[in-house]
């Protein structure tokens, strides 16, 4: 099997649940505390030697490939300032890996996006990193999912058990145990269900490894969930319908980490705490300054 080198990031939803802020700013360039979200998940990408990066992008999202490109004035101006520390933020994240955008037109949902990566990936296996789903650099996941992919085959998804009252929110899969504690076989899976019929509390997490076999499947996926076409829809297929010979299967990853959803105005907020927290330049003071807080707040 070749090595997985492309991280596939699909970026051109609208992002409606941070407005106004996101009225002309992409909703991936929200900053936690001072990096905007999209570049945690390509560091994480780079991390696991994913060092390829395909931006799946749409209308408005200009900002953000300028945040992964040069900036001549500015890294000129910081230079004459002999600002070096500074400079190396600016720089950092246009040298973190080889970025690439392919625009996505009319967007008809996950899958759509996904399937317009594939000019690009050709028939390797590759990522798929969602941009709102933030994985604590702290609890990296995946070299552990790229190990079940090159012992099993297939392709792997990462899931986390969630309360049965959130499981309307993910993919929800069905799952069979493998000698392995935190692998397990996914046997069925559905979008978005009502908590009586999802088949397990196994929510789908952002993170995907996908044999090629996945556009095959994607162009014959019908629209499922609110009309679009679901990459879920396709991983059922690829889980249930698709032979190993010809690059089905689909294997999880448990995750028990920390994983925020900065979509999420809650869980953005707690995103901004827990990583500036644990920052060094930061943490001190702001974790003094949270205590006398919490302990002012009373019930
Ligand atoms: C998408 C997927 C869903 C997955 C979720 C993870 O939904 O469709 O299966 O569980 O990401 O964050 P979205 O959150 O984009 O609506």
């Given at each position: 099997m070749s090595k997985v080198?492309?991280?596939?990031?699909?970026?051109?939803?609208?992002?409606?649940?941070?407005?106004?802020?996101?009225?002309?700013?992409?909703?991936?360039?929200?900053?936690?505390?001072?990096?905007?979200?999209?570049?945690?998940?390509?560091?994480?990408?780079?991390?696991?030697?994913?060092?390829?990066?395909?931006?799946?992008?749409g209308r408005s999202k200009?900002?953000?490939?300028?945040?992964?490109?040069?900036?001549?004035?500015?890294?000129?101006?910081?230079?004459?300032?002999?600002?070096?520390?500074?400079?190396?933020?600016v720089k950092d994240p246009?040298?973190?890996?080889?970025?690439?955008?392919?625009?996505?037109?009319?967007?008809?949902?996950?899958?759509?996006?996904?399937?317009?990566?594939?000019?690009?990936?050709?028939?390797?296996?590759?990522?798929?990193?969602?941009?709102?789903?933030?994985?604590?650099?702290?609890?990296?996941?995946?070299d552990d999912m790229l190990k079940v992919q090159a012992e099993h085959g297939g392709s792997v998804v990462l899931l986390m058990e969630v309360d049965p009252s959130e499981i309307h929110l993910y993919g929800s899969a069905q799952v069979e145990k493998t000698d392995k504690e935190n692998v397990v076989k996914v046997t069925d899976l559905v979008e978005k269900p009502n908590a009586k019929d999802a088949p397990s509390n196994y929510a789908v997490i952002g993170r995907y490894l996908f044999d090629p076999a996945v556009f095959e499947v994607l162009e014959k996926t019908k629209p499922g969930k609110n009309g679009e076409i679901q990459l879920t829809d396709a991983m059922k297929t690829l889980a249930k319908d698709v032979k190993k010979e010809v690059g089905g299967g689909l294997h999880a990853v448990i995750f028990k980490g920390r994983r925020y959803d900065t979509g999420d105005k809650l869980s953005y907020l707690q995103s901004v705490v827990q990583l500036a927290s644990e920052r060094e330049d930061l943490g001190p003071a702001f974790k003094k300054w949270l205590k006398t807080f919490v302990n002012n707040l009373g019930n």
């Open positions: 080198t492309c991280a596939v990031v699909p970026v051109a939803g609208y992002g409606t649940r941070f407005l106004p802020a996101t009225k002309a700013t992409p909703k991936e360039m929200l900053p936690v505390v001072d990096k905007p979200a999209i570049q945690y998940v390509v560091e994480e990408a780079v991390a696991a030697g994913l060092h390829d990066v395909l931006f799946i992008t200009r900002a953000l490939e300028d945040h992964f490109d040069d900036s001549p004035e500015l890294e000129a101006e910081l230079a004459k300032q002999n600002k070096s520390e500074l400079l190396e933020k246009s040298e973190l890996a080889k970025i690439h955008f392919v625009r996505q037109g009319v967007p008809k949902g996950l899958g759509h996006a996904v399937s317009m990566a594939k000019e690009h990936v050709g028939n390797n296996p590759f990522a798929v990193l969602l941009g709102d789903d933030l994985i604590d650099p702290r609890d990296f996941v995946l």
